[in-house]
């Protein structure tokens, strides 16, 4: 099931993203449950993707709408 919920591809498991993992306050590393002090690069064998920590990317902005696209 993890598989469908996380392509790996395109999102690697990183500390930054882990459920056992918080950033510090300074924000260069990782407080993790498990292994300490982390770099939010890092990943260890009790990685947990949480998907509210992972920041989305971007959205293209849509043109503008022209009124004379809704005329009769």
Sequence with gaps: MNSRLLNKKKY???CAYCAKGRLSPNGNEVLCK???IMTPDDCCRSYRYDVL???PY?????PEADPKDFEL
């Design 34 to 36: 498990k292994m300490g």
């Design 58 to 62: 971007n959205q293209a902005l849509l």
């Design 12 to 14: 690697p498991p990183k």
């Design 53 to 55: 920590k992972r920041e």
